[in-house]
């Protein structure tokens, strides 16, 4: 973009920031806002965020800010960047401190505890008026961008404008944008693939072999598709970025915390235990009992996503869940 505009991130973990570094290579001053002030001040000081991006020096731009009001002030893009459970209180307090016609785009991938809502849905019953907005998701592992290696996303908006807006802030400096309009399919692609992850992940940590992990990420992309057409999203959409392209990079990886949750799960950890040493938030476990809700009140058949559910829940081991997806009746491949 020929001329800078302030930009504001709110959220300083690992995505946040990865987030407003590039933002920051596209010229943009950055404010980046996050509830521990210790936090902030440290990113000042160190021009390094330690606990989330460790080794990466942020740039210049970036400025964290621990006043929400003046994070926000003359912003021409919010990118809110929480966790699925802070969704709802973070846009409250935005909504305070911004007009309607401020453009606003979201990088979270997942469901809202007790309710199985979208963010968008959530956005929609807390800032009905407001006129400008889109989601940004897509195969991305933020110390990845934030070294500037090659990525690419989907941004899924409103309208055309306020895609290609949001698009032009983040597409460049390595950095590939695609616009849509499909924002149900691209939240739901980005909430479904880490329940996925968590089953690849398990499937991994019981050292079941290369065979088993391309069936569960084939087989998992039928259940995506299959939830999220029966909630609105477009069929296209779960085979692009915001789908196989996110979901084949969360089952893959071990930068995926969803996935090395799995992994700890299959090599017989407790949950518990694997949440403290991951220690971050694993977006896949809420996600996996907001999927069994949706899945009976739609009658929509998902066994992995199922499966997935028992083990976090209802104390299924993780090898009598890849058993009872064997033993399943024959079927067709397309049912």
């Known amino acids: 973009m020929s001329t800078p505009h302030p930009v504001s991130v709110i959220g300083a973990g690992s995505w946040g920031t990865a987030l ?29 965020n330690q606990r989330y991006l460790p080794g990466i020096d942020l740039s210049e731009s970036v400025s964290a800010c621990p006043s929400l009001e003046k994070t926000l002030q003359d912003s021409a893009l919010v990118l809110v960047v929480v966790p699925s459970s802070a969704f709802r209180e973070t846009i ?13 785009a979201w990088a979270c991938k997942g469901l809202e505890p007790g309710s199985g809502k979208r963010p ?24 990845e961008l934030a070294k500037g290696l090659p990525t690419a996303v989907t941004v899924a908006a409103n309208s055309k404008q306020a895609s290609n807006r949001i698009a ?22 980005g909430a479904i693939k880490n329940a996925l992850a968590i089953a690849a992940g398990i499937a991994d940590g019981l050292a079941l072999g290369a065979n088993t992990q391309a069936a569960l990420i084939t087989r998992g992309l039928n ?12 069929t296209n959409t779960f085979y692009g970025l915001a789908g196989l392209g ?90």
Not at 176 to 183: A, L, V, W
């Open 92 to 104: 409250i307090k935005i909504r305070a401190l911004c007009a309607d016609d401020i453009l606003l």
């Open 168 to 189: 032009r802030f983040l597409h460049g400096n390595r950095l590939r944008c695609y616009t849509s309009c499909d924002i149900v399919g691209v939240e739901l692609g």
């Open 223 to 234: 259940e995506m598709v299959k939830l999220g057409v029966a909630l609105g999203g477009q």
């Open 20 to 48: 407003a570094q590039q933002l920051a290579r596209r010229q943009h001053p950055v404010r980046l806002w996050g509830r521990n002030h210790d936090q902030l001040a440290e990113i000042n000081r160190t021009r390094c």
């Open 120 to 143: 968008h849905q959530i956005l929609l019953e807390e800032w009905p008026n407001i006129q400008h907005y889109g989601v940004v998701s897509g195969p991305t592992f933020a110390l």
């Open 246 to 335: 996110d979901l084949i990079l969360t089952c893959t990886d071990d930068l995926s915390r969803n996935r090395r949750l799995g992994l700890a799960l299959g090599r017989g950890h407790s949950l518990e235990t694997a949440l403290s040493e991951i220690n971050q938030v694993v977006e896949g476990v809420n996600t996996a009992r907001e999927l069994h809700q949706l899945m009976q009140t739609h009658k929509v058949d998902m066994p992995i996503c199922r499966n997935v559910y028992r083990v976090l829940y209802a104390g299924l081991p993780p090898t009598d869940a890849v058993y009872d997806l064997l033993e399943r009746e024959l079927k067709a491949e397309g049912d």
